[in-house]
């Protein structure tokens, strides 16, 4: 891995005529966050809950003890990304975070003088990739704008931020209750939507107009008040 900085240039390129083209979606653990479901489910025409058993597996992650959402591979033996096909990614426009980063890694951390996060770039050259021949060059900030990564960071750094606050504040899984609740309100976000609308929520004390207005509003809005939600309702 290389660190770099928002004016360093680094050569890079993906595109049919790289020889491993689509490779790198195949034998892959691909871990999904909320904004991602969020902007897959709408691509694919879909209800978030229809999504998630279509395209998911869920499980408990093995550090944060919360509950997580993974893509379950469209071909059980390649474990090839369902959204792939022979001329690429079928839903590139609204592809997950973490791939249309690659070859970068974000790392996020919290400054403990100003209390604000602070991020860094890696950039992560794996020998298998044949990209790095191209003579694409780029900046950083070059690369962050092309591929539109600063709206995904927008919506899943609060949700890094609650993995940080749970870690802190409790070690181990959740209980069932609060695993269930996690789920809907930050992963199932159109059923989310109809429990709040149907005031179907525990938590009477958390609830008013903020998260009402967001569930009649778009799903983005609604989104950054579930995080709210989440935080306040299981964190206190």
């Known amino acids: 891995m290389q660190s770099l900085s928002p004016d ?7 595109h049919r005529q790289v020889p491993c083209f689509n490779q790198c979606c195949r034998d892959l653990n691909q871990f999904l ?38 893509l379950v591979p469209g071909d059980p033996t390649s474990l090839t990304c369902p959204f792939v096909t022979a001329d690429g990614c079928h839903v590139y426009e609204d592809r997950p975070c973490s791939c249309r980063t690659y070859p970068l890694v974000r790392m996020l951390s919290r400054s403990r003088v100003s209390g604000k ?23 950083l900030s070059q690369w962050i704008d092309h591929q ?20 802190r504040r409790c070690s181990g899984p959740l209980d069932a209750a609060s695993q269930h609740l ?24 958390v609830r008013g107009e903020n ?8 799903d ?17």
């Open 148 to 167: 539109k990564i600063a709206a995904y960071n927008r919506f899943n750094d609060p949700m890094l931020a609650i993995i940080s606050l749970k870690n």
């Open 182 to 205: 996690f789920r809907l309100a930050c992963y199932d976000l159109d059923s989310f939507r109809k429990a709040i609308l149907g005031n179907c929520l525990p938590g009477a004390a």
């Open 220 to 236: 983005e809005t609604l989104l950054i008040e579930s995080y709210r939600y989440i935080k306040k309702e299981l964190f206190g």
């Open 211 to 218: 998260l009402i207005r967001a569930a009649e509003s778009n």
């Open 117 to 139: 996060d602070d991020e860094s770039y890696l950039l992560l050259k794996e020998p298998h990739c044949r990209g790095f021949e191209q003579a694409n060059r780029q900046t």
């Open 33 to 70: 966050m909320p904004y991602d479901i969020l902007r897959l489910k709408r691509r694919l025409g879909l209800n978030s809950d229809v999504f998630l058993k279509r395209f998911t597996r869920q499980h408990l992650g093995p550090r944060s003890g919360l509950p997580i959402v993974t």
């Open 8 to 14: 360093e240039a680094f050569q890079f390129g993906c």
